[in-house]
């Protein structure tokens, strides 16, 4: 659906319409055959490819990018590719402010790094072949979070279309945000007042809970992650020899595992890992609720007679984005079934990953979970957590006035519908790094990221009509920040 409003500039008008007009013909023209190309690019995170200044395809990425950029930037504007020894890239557009006067930093983030392959793609489909069918366009990376430069750059240049003041834009795109961000502090500490003062954030890393409206995204919860290893044997015995003698390391793992999470509910048990949820997100919960129905839940490839325990929209909201849950994301000392003889092996290894809740200090949750599993271990079995990783989540700050009626109004005007709050389950490392170093910041964080477009795992899609719409509220946003108070 096309844009039906105009909203107000001050002095000027944000023409919609001819807004988003324009930003679907440099989706068509430019940016969908530039993603195309950055697609076919097997660009993994340094988690996923440890050879990857070797590879030279994170290279390929930024090059790519850094070029685009450099052929739409507006007037004025620089492009600056990053180099930290040792570490990932950063992609720079710093675009500068239509009024000189101003000080203040607009900044834009998104990521140019990938999850891996994963298995189950469909036929005709690929994790680095582009494939536009309808309005999707298949492909790793596409949704996460390549498109975000590109529509970052484009919400500027429909702005300079229309002459509409914006302050100072910098657009930034890390290339390790799915290993965890860590080069990206270095960066900021490097850019340092450079940065200005920054009071506005636009992430496009996000989740939106369907293709009809802006979705901004409220929190986003922490992880930790670790290596749970219990271990019986030094090596592995025939199982007919050792069985009902020495116990299956499978089943202290099991029993471990109860310490931590109950097996019937899905309940994590530790107190530590439990946060209160705000009344507010109460409320934005049962709106989003409203709005998405069993969609919630029905998004979600179950098969056939599966689903959740739950079934009520709102709780299951609650659950996915302000409670603590558990998965277990690999496994050591299992071999392929194909492969498994009669053997009692010594050993299993698990990778735990928690989401914790966005308010909880991930520090001391990862020592409840490292005492829980730790402590008086079954049959004397050694047993070891291995902290990981420790990521503290986010909660946005109140949202400014200015900045609500922006995003209701451009909702309206390019999708009809109004805007909605929901928070997102996973992580995005920059965002709390982000928000305690600029404190009195206001934060834009939506996405792509819609029902079943299906991000690390096979058949990612880009909701291209999405995109262009999400475009086009950028755009309005970063104009009304201009016409806002300093």
């Known amino acids: ?281 109460r409320r934005q919960m049962r709106e989003a609720a409203a709005a998405l129905g069993e969609s919630v839940y029905a998004k979600f490839p179950f098969v056939e007679g599966a689903g959740p325990g739950e079934r009520d929209p709102a709780e299951l909201i609650a659950r996915n984005t302000w409670g603590p849950a558990l998965a277990v994301t690999g496994a050591n000392g299992l071999p392929a079934v194909a492969d498994a003889g009669n053997v009692l092996r010594p050993a299993t290894r698990v990778k735990l990953s928690f989401r914790l809740p966005p308010t909880l200090d991930p520090a001391p949750a990862a020592e409840a979970v490292k005492r829980a599993l730790e402590t008086d271990p079954p049959n004397g079995a050694h047993v070891r957590f291995r902290v990981e990783g420790t990521m503290a989540g986010w909660n946005a700050p109140a949202v400014a006035p200015w900045l609500a009626h922006a995003m209701q109004a451009a909702s309206r005007a390019h999708f009809g519908k109004p805007a909605l709050y929901m928070g997102t389950g996973g992580s995005i490392p920059f965002m709390g790094f982000l928000a305690r170093r600029f404190p009195r910041a206001q934060f834009l964080v939506s996405g792509v990221l819609g029902p079943h477009s299906n991000a690390h795992g096979p058949n990612e899609f880009l909701h291209i009509p999405t995109a262009k719409h999400v475009t086009a509220c950028v755009a309005e946003v970063v104009a009304a920040h201009a016409r806002r108070a300093p």
């Open 1 to 281: 659906m096309g844009p039906t409003h105009s909203i107000p500039a001050g002095s000027l008008t944000v023409d919609s319409r001819a807004l988003q007009t324009f930003v679907d013909r440099l989706w068509d023209d430019a940016i969908l055959p530039a993603l195309a190309d950055y697609v076919r690019i097997p660009n993994k995170s340094p988690a996923f490819d440890a050879q990857w200044q070797a590879h030279g395809f994170m290279d390929q990425a930024v090059a790519l990018a850094a070029a685009w950029c450099q052929a739409q930037a507006p007037a004025g504007a620089t492009v600056e590719v990053r180099r930290l020894p040792g570490r990932t890239p950063l992609l720079c557009v710093d675009v500068p402010a239509t009024d000189p006067a101003r000080t203040d930093t607009v900044v834009l983030y998104g990521h140019l790094d990938k999850q891996p392959e994963f298995t189950g793609w469909r036929e005709g489909l690929g994790p680095w072949q582009p494939v536009r069918r309808e309005e999707r366009l298949y492909g790793r990376g596409a949704a996460d979070d390549g498109y975000a430069v590109f529509a970052s750059l484009a919400a500027l240049r429909a702005l300079e279309a229309q002459s509409v003041p914006h302050a100072r834009c910098l657009i930034i795109a890390e290339c390790c945000e799915e290993s965890g961000s860590y080069d990206l502090p270095h960066y900021i500490d490097e850019l340092g007042d450079a940065m200005g003062e920054v009071s506005l954030v636009v992430c496009l890393d996000a989740e939106c809970g369907n293709y009809e409206q802006l979705w901004c995204t409220s929190s986003l919860r922490g992880n930790l992650t670790g290596v749970l290893e219990v271990a019986v044997m030094r090596e592995g015995v025939h199982s007919g020899a050792a069985g009902g003698i020495v116990p299956d390391s499978f089943r202290l793992l099991r029993q471990l595992m109860e310490r931590i999470e109950s097996g019937e509910s899905g309940e994590l048990r530790p107190q530590a890992l439990h946060a209160a949820i705000p009344e507010e997100r």
